[in-house]
């Protein structure tokens, strides 16, 4: 055994036959009962743990009381209604607390009906204050295309939300809507 070198590999060069390494078997662990456990676990943990419970944020509002209130020349404010199939009708104010007859407007031509309008009360010296009532029927997609075309308007931006409450409806069915 002194000539034989165990570190090289056999040369081959006929001396004795060549032995076959064994394979060694592996160590096999079997994962089921592991994956067993985890689910059990798992389903534990779930069914034990505490939902978060959505925060609500209370909101303290400010009483509006008559003397915070904003008194604003009628002749400045223009309307904008619109009916519950999306029709936009425009209501200009008069100073004498009266509105114009409507005028059916397409979302296309808002933007420069309502420039038009702006420049005639910038004309005047007046200001420019368009107060939105939106039917709650009407389809979201209308609205936010009305707020697109007051955006890129070249006005000056004073806007107001309000209910549309039963006579602003009754002034809607009134001009078509």
């Keep these: 055994m002194s000539g034989t070198d165990f570190d090289t590999p056999d040369s081959g060069q ?7 390494k064994q394979k060694v ?4 662990i079997d994962m ?18 505490t939902l978060s419970k959505p ?3 209370k909101i303290n509002l400010p009483k509006g ?18 009916s519950e199939t ?12 009266t509105e114009d007859p409507a005028q059916k407007v397409e979302l ?6 309502l420039e038009s309008m702006a420049a005639a009360n ?3 010296e007046l200001d420019f204050l368009l107060l939105l009532k939106f039917n709650r029927k009407m389809k979201y997609k209308t609205m936010v295309g009305i707020l697109d075309e007051i955006n890129l308007a070249n006005i000056e931006k004073k806007y107001a939300f309000l209910k549309m409450e039963e006579e602003d409806i009754k002034k809607v069915t009134d001009a078509g809507g």
């Design 14 to 20: 006929g001396r004795g036959k060549q032995h076959k």
């Design 25 to 28: 078997a592996g160590v096999r």
């Design 32 to 49: 089921t009962p592991m994956v067993d456990v985890i689910m059990l676990l798992l389903t534990f943990f779930m069914l034990t743990t």
């Design 55 to 57: 925060q609500v944020m």
């Design 65 to 82: 009381e008559e003397k915070d209130k904003l008194k604003v020349d009628a002749g400045t404010v223009v309307f904008l209604r619109t």
């Design 86 to 97: 999306g029709n936009i009708y425009l209501f200009k104010g008069n100073s004498d607390n």
């Design 108 to 113: 296309k031509d808002l933007k420069a009906k």
């Design 122 to 124: 910038k004309a005047k």
